[in-house]
């Protein structure tokens, strides 16, 4: 029977890559506007060299960005990136179509729910605050939480710690298959792939379950604890 879903955060639950991508927009106009003397796509390039280097969640990526330029950082420009990445962000934070419903739905069957997320505590809480998610489930495991990145077992097994379930209880969804699928397998866990939310052009994910749209997750529920006495 299936007690709790385990969700990934950044492309299961939000749209991560587009937020990111219309917040770096807003930003490089912005430094160029401050004063940013270099072409929009010389930035972007700079910009995606510096994440792909330090990672997708690196805070300091344009004081980085600008060091890289001047020597040192023009608070000016800074400011005026900061400031037009986050009011870009923000507009851009939205849960994929039915991700609230389904939510409500598998908390009414009784359900446990869960976030684990490869991303710092911080950023993690701020996008599930911002989304009025944080009050939904049942524990948010992040990386600050075990030091340990997906596939890697310590996130999956500290959720499942956490919501006193075991491993066959559970249901993993997430975007990435070498990360969310494998990981949660390699412990026990069904998996659902999120289709919707794959950047990679995953050809086979080795799920349990694909999903196109998060509301089939109530249809896997079902089946899955069809003619289970509770």
Known sequence: ????????????LVDFMAMKGKAIDAAVHAMIDAGLNLSETDIKQRI???YKERGIEFQNVFDQLLYDVFNKVDYKILSAGIIAYRRAREAALVPYPHVYMTLMELLKKGLLLAVVSDAPAREAWLRLCYLNFHHIFHTVVTFDDTGERKPNPGPF??????????????LMVGDWAERDIVG?????MKTVFARYGDTFGTIEPHADYEINDIKELIQIIEKENAGVLV
Not at 1 to 12: E, G, P, Q, R, S
Not at 184 to 188: H, L, P, R, S
Request: hydrophobic fraction near 55%; glycine fraction near 2%; proline fraction near 0%.
């Open 48 to 50: 995606d060299a510096i």
């Open 157 to 170: 097994r500290k959720t499942l710690e956490l919501l006193n379930v075991r491993a066959e209880e559970a």
């Open 1 to 12: 029977m299936i007690k709790a879903v385990v969700f990934d955060l950044d492309n299961t």
């Open 184 to 188: 949660a397998a390699n412990i026990g």
